[in-house]
């Protein structure tokens, strides 16, 4: 059998996976905070809308070309 202490690389990839779960966890609880605390925006103004409308009608040149 192995002694523990002479697999060092064990050790490191243990330590590398708690690093990263510990980065993970705090980051979210970061991120949960800050979502918490922030004033909540619409993501759209409400502005109307106007749309300029073009009438065609069946006797237009531009009607003609595209059909």
Not at 40 to 55: A, K, M, N, T, Y
């Amino acid at each position: 059998m192995s002694d523990w202490t002479s697999l060092w690389y064990v050790w490191l990839i243990l330590l590398t996976v708690f690093l990263l779960l510990v980065c993970g966890v705090s980051a979210s609880c970061v991120r949960f905070c800050c979502r918490k605390k922030r004033i909540p925006v619409e993501p759209f103004p409400r502005h109307p809308c106007e749309l300029p409308g073009i009438g065609i009608d069946s006797d237009s040149t531009a009607h003609s070309t595209v059909t």
